[in-house]
């Protein structure tokens, strides 16, 4: 059974630009999330996915948006990066939604760099 | 709010020694309870997780957890550290859906 997919694995982009990430839960899974993780602020919740519908949202900026799609395949997008979007983006899923009990699988992330 | 804290940054220990990696947690109700570890440039493993009943709590590669309400602390231990054990490892907690409030993690590096 594959993992979580993520690509691209590395991204640089400049300032002012927008990005999407992509992410490919675990066959059979419904319920992707997205975490940013860098050195100084460690890991936090961007948002949650269920049904193609967002269940959950962090404290970041509207520029930071989301998407799943009826095959459970989520995107995120960032719009207007600043240098302090600088980080590795993780995806994790899980078979259902809302329950805090659920076992995360991350995939690998993506390293963005912002310039 | 929720809020998870890992007193130590960086800890070094050698190979076959013991290890215990302190976690402690603020959160109004039963947490949920769940160390993670993360190697470079992967994502993050599941060691194990605690909901509720016995309060020491088994994990996969040998690692076990203790839930002490009293202390508010989750502490992750292994009796004999393995080389491959060399990573960073995340306490967390548990805050609503998938939106999990992890620690600042602590980096271990294992001595030959």
């Known amino acids: 059974k594959a993992g979580v997919t993520q690509t691209p694995r590395y991204l640089i982009k400049t300032r002012g630009q927008q990005v999407t990430l992509s992410c490919s839960p675990i066959s059979g899974h419904r319920s992707v999330s997205w975490y940013q993780q860098t050195p100084g602020q460690g890991l936090q919740f961007l948002f949650e996915?269920?049904?193609?519908?967002?269940?959950n949202k962090g404290n970041f900026p509207g520029r930071f948006s989301g998407r799943q799609f009826s095959n459970s395949r989520s995107e995120m997008n960032v719009s207007t990066l600043e240098l302090g979007d600088s980080a590795l983006y993780l995806c994790?899923?899980?078979?259902?939604?809302?329950?805090?009990?659920?076992?995360?699988?991350f995939g690998s992330g993506t390293q963005l760099s912002v310039l | 709010a929720q809020s998870v804290t890992q007193p130590d940054i960086h800890i070094t220990v050698s190979e076959g020694a013991s290890l215990e990696l302190r976690c402690n947690y603020s959160?109004?109700?039963?947490?949920?309870l769940f160390w993670y570890v993360q190697s470079p440039g992967q994502g993050l493993q599941l060691l194990l997780k605690y909901f509720s009943g016995d309060t020491l709590v088994q994990g996969i590669k040998g690692f076990e957890a203790e839930f002490k309400r009293s202390q508010s602390s989750f502490n992750l231990r292994k009796p004999s550290v393995h080389w491959s054990d060399a990573a960073e490892y995340f306490c967390?907690?548990?805050?609503?859906?998938?939106?999990?409030?992890f620690g600042p993690g602590t980096r271990l590096s294992v001595l030959p």
């Open positions: 996915y269920f049904s193609e519908t967002q269940r």
């Open positions: 994790a899923s899980s078979r259902h939604q809302g329950a805090s009990d659920e076992k995360l699988f």
């Open positions: 959160y109004g109700a039963t947490p949920y």
């Open positions: 967390a907690v548990g805050a609503g859906g998938q939106n999990f409030v």
